[in-house]
């Protein structure tokens, strides 16, 4: 089906575009009244991910509620570990946990030998209903957790803020660590290309730990493997965004990615000359949408004067927080589009 606002995907291909498109990472969650009543009618989070209804009706609030020019499918990137084997849960207020994790060969053998995307049927379904009802309106996002961002999560459990023990595997046993990481790999490609098939028009890697490794353990444990992925997506334009890798940008806009996300710590003029040839997505502060709106609105245009309006995606340079006022977000949509 032709899409009526193909805004995104043309400023992804490097197209033309006649404004700047514009949607937020995390932007189907807890910012939204109408989010929180879906999500307390499920009960749970995971409960709310595996009811495609329930997911597709999420995924599309932004577009109806905030405008954005993309809908990105409500799911998250733990679903593929719980696909490979290692099942999660999501403790209120805390955040994810894996009470199994990967120590040893031995756990890594365990892990399931069936196609991980078997288990994801769940979001391809939901993928479905949003591509139905959104009818066209706006481009669809299908997403994945980076290999690495995953293995932290599989060989440390949870959440930290230095993924001590995931590092510990990646410099005492490192062919571990690579078995472990082609898996994810392997199974994120083919969850990618479902993804697609079932209606993603784009889709987005998301390097969320990226920021912990020495450029040279980037360039071993992570680059890599964004690389396949790259290289093995050829049916969608990918987006890779790897937040706090400022010292990868260059590497990572030289593999087959089309967009390179940036978080707020990279300078935009900066990062231009070290991508020159490929769009950019980002990069505001989540935390300028606590100020008043007059600096909202500064903010927000000095960013995209600094961009420029051509092969750029405004967005944040990282998810929205959720105690984020909606009218904050809805000025940040509006002062793009009227740019
Ligand atoms: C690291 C990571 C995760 N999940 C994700 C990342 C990468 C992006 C990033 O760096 O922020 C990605 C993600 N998670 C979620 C989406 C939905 C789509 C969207 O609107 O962007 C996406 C793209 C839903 C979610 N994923 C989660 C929620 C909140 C749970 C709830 O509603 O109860 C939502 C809406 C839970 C989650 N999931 C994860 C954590 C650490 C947490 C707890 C902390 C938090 O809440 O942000 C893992």
């Known amino acids: 089906m032709k899409l009526q606002n193909d805004l995104l995907l043309r400023a992804a291909k490097g197209q033309q575009v006649e ?39 999420v995924t599309i609030q932004p577009v109806d509620i905030l405008g954005v020019d993309a809908a990105i499918i409500f ?90 023990r995931a590092k510990k595997m990646m410099y005492s046993e490192p062919e571990l660590a690579h078995a472990l990481l082609q898996r994810i790999t392997d199974a994120t490609m083919a969850y990618l290309k479902a993804q697609i098939v079932h209606g993603a028009d784009i889709v987005q890697i998301f390097d969320s730990w990226a920021g912990i490794l020495s450029p040279e353990q980037y360039r071993e444990f992570s680059l890599p493997y964004i690389a396949q992925i790259c290289d093995a997506i050829d049916e969608a334009p990918i987006t890779v965004f790897a937040k706090g890798a400022f010292f990868a940008r260059e590497e990572i806009g030289k593999t087959a990615c089309n967009v390179v996300g940036l978080d707020w710590n990279m300078d935009i003029a900066e990062s231009r000359k ?57 000025c940040f949509i509006e002062t793009v589009k009227a740019f």
Not at 27 to 48: C, D, T
Request: proline share 8%.
């Open 19 to 57: 404004r700047i498109p514009v949607w937020m990472m995390r932007q189907a969650g807890r910012i939204l009244p109408e989010y929180r009543k879906v999500r307390e009618q499920a009960g749970s989070f995971i409960k709310l991910a595996t009811t495609p209804e329930m997911a597709a009706e």
């Open 75 to 164: 799911s998250d990137i733990l679903v593929v570990p719980e696909a490979m084997g290692l099942p999660y849960e999501m403790i209120e207020s805390k955040g994810p946990i894996f009470p199994e994790t990967i120590k040893s060969k031995a756990d890594l053998d365990k892990l399931s030998k069936g196609n991980p995307v078997d288990h994801l049927v769940y979001v391809l379904d939901a993928l479905d209903i949003v591509k139905k009802e959104l009818n066209g309106r706006v481009p669809l996002i299908g997403f994945a957790g980076a290999p690495f961002t995953i293995f932290c999560y599989m060989v440390e459990g949870h959440g930290s803020k230095t993924f001590s």
């Open 274 to 330: 070290l991508i020159p040839n490929k769009t950019l997505q980002g990069n505001l502060d989540p935390c300028v949408l606590y100020a008043p709106t007059s600096e909202v609105e500064r903010h927000t245009k000095a960013m995209l004067t600094a961009f420029g309006k051509q092969n750029y995606i405004a967005n944040l340079g990282h998810g929205v927080y959720p105690d984020t006022d909606p009218d904050k977000v809805k």
